[in-house]
C-alpha cells in the first residue's frame, strides 16, 4: 500500500482539490482497515464528512508515511468547510478585540488615579491589537488614537498629545464623519493642548469647530456647548482680550446655570473666571 500511495502522488501533480480528498480518505480508511490487525490504542479529536477518525497523535501512520502535526494539521483542515474556517477566524479576532477593550479600559483606569506612563503603556497595547486585526481606518482604532492623546495632555506631555490627537481627528473625519460628535470630540481636545501650549489662536479655531458641531448636534443650550465655549473664553484670556473672553464665559455660564445649576462646580468655575476678569484694573 505504500507503493501504491507513493505512485499517485507522483504520477499526478496536478490533482484537484477533490482528487486529494478522495486520496486522503481513502489513505485514512486504508489505515483504519490496517489497524484492526495491529491491536493499538489511539486518540481521536474530530471525524471527516465520512465518518472517518482523524487521529490526535502527530505518529499516525497514513500509507507507510510518519506524518508531523505539521502534516496532520494540513490534511485536517481538508475537512474543515470554509465557513467553519471563518467563523473560527472571527471568533479569535472577536476574542483579540475584547482584550483589546480590555487594555483600553485599564488604561483609562490608570489615567483617573495619576498613573499616566502606566496608562499609556495598556493603551499602547490595545492600539496595537486593533491596527493588527482590524487595521487603522476603523472608529476603534481612532479611538485608541484619541484616548493616548488625552493621557498625554493630562500628564502635561503636549506635543506627543497633539501628534496621536492628529492621528486621530485624521481617521476620524473618515470612519467616524466630518461633523460626527467624536469628530467634535477631538477638535475640542485639540483646542485644549493648543491652549496649553500657549498657541491660543489655533486654540480658538479647533474649538469653533468643535463648538459649531456640538451646536449642530446637541443644541446650543447642552453642556458640551456650553464647555466649548468656556474654553474658547480661556483662550481669549490667554491672549489678553479680556472683552472676548468675557463674552464666551458669560455664554457657557448663562447655559450651565440652567442646566446644571448655579452650585455646579463647572458653572462656579466660570463664574469665578468672569469675577476675575471683571476685577482686573484697566478693563
Known sequence: ?????????????????QEEEEEVIEEVIEEESNAQNTPSITTYST?????????????????????????????????VSPGAAKRSTNDAMEADLQIAQQYQELGKALKLKGD??????????????????????H????????E??????QAQNYE???????????????????????????????????????DYDRGIRELRKALQIFEANLGKDHEATARTLHHIGDAFAGKNDTTGALIHYGKAFTIQAAKLGRHNPQTLE?????????????D
Open 1 to 17: 500500500s505504500s507503493g501504491s500511495s507513493s505512485s499517485k502522488s507522483s504520477n499526478s501533480p496536478s490533482r484537484t482539490p
Open 47 to 79: 471525524y471527516t464528512p465520512n465518518g472517518e477518525p482523524l487521529p490526535l497523535s502527530s505518529s499516525q501512520n497514513y500509507g507507510g508515511k510518519q506524518l508531523t502535526d505539521s502534516e496532520m494539521h494540513k490534511r485536517s483542515l481538508r475537512f
Open 116 to 137: 499616566y506612563a502606566g496608562a499609556v503603556m495598556e493603551l499602547m497595547k490595545s492600539l496595537k491589537i486593533r491596527k493588527r486585526v482590524i487595521g487603522n481606518e
Open 139 to 146: 472608529p476603534d482604532t481612532a479611538s485608541s488614537y484619541y
Open 148 to 153: 493616548l492623546g488625552v493621557c498625554h495632555c
Open 160 to 198: 506627543q498629545s497633539l501628534t496621536e490627537l492628529k492621528r486621530a481627528l485624521t481617521l476620524g473625519r473618515i470612519v467616524w464623519g466630518r461633523t460626527h460628535e467624536d469628530t467634535a470630540c477631538t477638535y475640542f481636545q485639540l483646542g485644549i493642548v493648543l491652549n496649553a501650549m500657549g
Open 270 to 282: 466660570t463664574f469665578r473666571k468672569i469675577e476675575h476678569h471683571m476685577r482686573k484694573p484697566g
